[in-house]
């Protein structure tokens, strides 16, 4: 029995990339990778497909560093509020009471 084999992704791209770029020809390819037509033609299509994600991405991507900006800032903020509060929290501990004790 025949296994198949599997390709990962890079090396599909860098097939699919060869071939649109006119580096080799699909025949080349095929012979190269002992691969079929329809094969690498289906890969070609996934590839042209899946295109215009990659500009997506950079928008995501820009939406992702806004809010971890964001997060940032108020990680900043809580810790400069708790240092005051600490700092509140010893000087108060500090004071006398009333009747001439210390708290």
Do not use: Y
């Not at 094969?39 to 299509?45: D, I, L, R, S, Y």
């Not at 992702?64 to 929290?89: C, D, H, N, P, Y």
């Amino acid at each position: 029995m025949n296994k198949r084999r599997r390709f990962t992704p890079e090396v599909k791209s860098q097939i699919v990339l060869q071939l649109l770029s006119g580096e080799k020809s699909m025949a080349e390819l095929c012979r190269e990778h002992q691969l079929t037509t329809q094969m690498v033609g289906n890969w070609k299509q996934q590839f042209l497909a899946a295109a215009p994600q990659v500009f997506q991405r950079g928008e995501m991507d820009s939406a992702e560093q806004a809010r971890i900006a964001e997060l940032e800032r108020m990680v900043g903020k809580l810790t400069m509020e708790l240092e005051i509060a600490k700092k509140a929290s010893s000087l108060l501990a500090g004071m006398p009471t009333r009747n001439g004790g210390q708290r």
